[in-house]
């Protein structure tokens, strides 16, 4: 009596397709298929998947998909029967002796090993590259962006200083008000505002100007308004436009 895996091979052979063919149609993995055809049904597989997968191929076979799947519940209630390992390589079929079989069985997985070592080697290769890369990157990222900014940034250890004037010292003004008063100073070598008198200053407010040369002070009242200079009290003497003005000497 013909197994499940006799009626799938014989039809398929009568076809004349290979499992690689009948697994790109079916969308079925051709390990599966060879499986099947070899009477062997231990897949990682529920039941219920295999029943699908053998329905289907039975159905691209022609043969009786119901029938099929009968045949195949009746392994199930009776055991696995497996019978030999299809000698049907996807493609084509083998034909050559027992011998030969053997010598490719075994030439099979020494070409593997060969093609996954030079995969290995290429990998391997790529990723030294890809390091190689990387660190010389790093480099010269630091050379440009911390090495050349630290050279520009120092400055000659020499620099000249200005050369001050062997009889200029620097003065102060103090402005103190003793009422509400507008004051106004003015630096004469160059016309400077140094304060410029818009708000007018309040009671008690005091203002302290440090100059080293002739400054113009106006001021609207001067009674409302003490000047020191250097400490000492200075005072308002000269009216000018209605303002009283007081030029002040380094």
Do not use: C, H
């Amino acid at each position: 009596m013909q197994t499940i895996g006799d009626k799938l091979e014989e039809a398929r052979k009568r076809k004349g397709i290979s499992i690689r063919e009948a697994a790109e149609t079916t969308k079925i993995r051709g390990d599966y298929l060879q499986k099947f055809e070899a009477n062997t049904f231990d897949l990682d597989l529920p039941p219920l998947y295999i029943r699908g997968f053998l329905r289907s191929y039975a159905r691209y076979l022609d043969l009786d998909p119901e029938r099929v799947v009968s045949d195949f519940n009746s392994v199930l209630a009776e055991g696995k029967p497996t019978r030999r390992e299809t000698r049907e390589v996807y493609g084509r079929v083998d034909f050559a002796d027992t011998a030969r079989s053997s010598d490719a069985g075994e030439a099979a997985p020494a070409t593997r090993s060969a093609q996954d070592q030079a995969l290995m080697l290429k990998f391997a290769l790529l990723g030294g590259g890809a390091i190689v890369v990387v660190v010389v990157i790093i480099v010269l990222f630091k050379v440009l962006f911390f090495n050349s900014p630290t050279k520009a940034a120092s400055p000659p250890q020499t620099t000249e200083q200005p050369i001050q004037p062997a009889d200029s010292k620097e003065n102060t003004l103090n402005l103190i008000a003793r009422g509400p008063v507008r004051v106004k100073v003015v630096r004469l070598s160059d016309n400077q505002v140094l304060f410029p008198g818009l708000v007018p200053m309040a009671l008690g407010e005091t203002k302290v100007i440090r100059y080293s040369s002739s400054l113009k002070v106006t001021v609207d009242d001067p009674a409302k308004l003490s000047i020191e200079i250097n400490g000492q009290r200075k005072e308002i003497p000269i009216r000018e436009y209605g303002y009283f003005l007081i030029t002040v000497e380094p």
